[in-house]
């Protein structure tokens, strides 16, 4: 079963930092490429960051020069450090991987129940 566990979430103030991490488990992590996503209630989720399997990132254009993205496959661990952080970072954040089928048909995307980040000003 694949499974994630974020952690690191936490309130800050404007201008200050925080790091948060998730955990996969149930799949070959050094396979996939691993995304962050945030999701503020009422709003649509939002793409933040992608790492692949070797280490290349791709950042959202609103976080890039403040987020960090870095992986460690031999601990199954993706970590995101956030700086210079904004009231309008303040979201619930999700790790999450997408994994075909075997045959290719289908996809399924996986995610963990993620961290709150709260952004004071």
């Known amino acids: 079963e694949v499974q994630f566990e974020e952690s690191g979430g936490g309130l800050v103030q404007a201008g200050g930092s925080l790091r948060i991490s998730c955990v996969g488990s149930?799949?070959?992590?050094?396979?996939?490429?691993i995304g962050w996503f945030r999701q503020v209630p009422g709003m649509e989720s939002e793409g933040v960051v992608c790492?692949?399997?070797?280490?290349?990132?791709y950042y959202q254009d609103s976080v890039k020069g403040r987020f960090t993205c870095s992986r460690d496959n031999s601990k199954n661990t993706v970590s995101l450090q956030m700086n210079s952080l904004k009231p309008e970072d303040t979201a619930v954040y999700y790790c999450?991987?997408?994994?075909?089928?075997?045959?290719?048909?289908?996809?399924?995307?996986?995610w963990g129940q993620g961290t709150q980040v709260t952004v004071s000003s």
């Open positions: 999450y991987v997408i994994i075909s089928s075997v045959d290719g048909s289908t996809a399924f995307q996986y």
């Open positions: 149930g799949f070959t992590f050094a396979d996939y490429a």
């Open positions: 790492i692949n399997g070797i280490g290349d990132v």
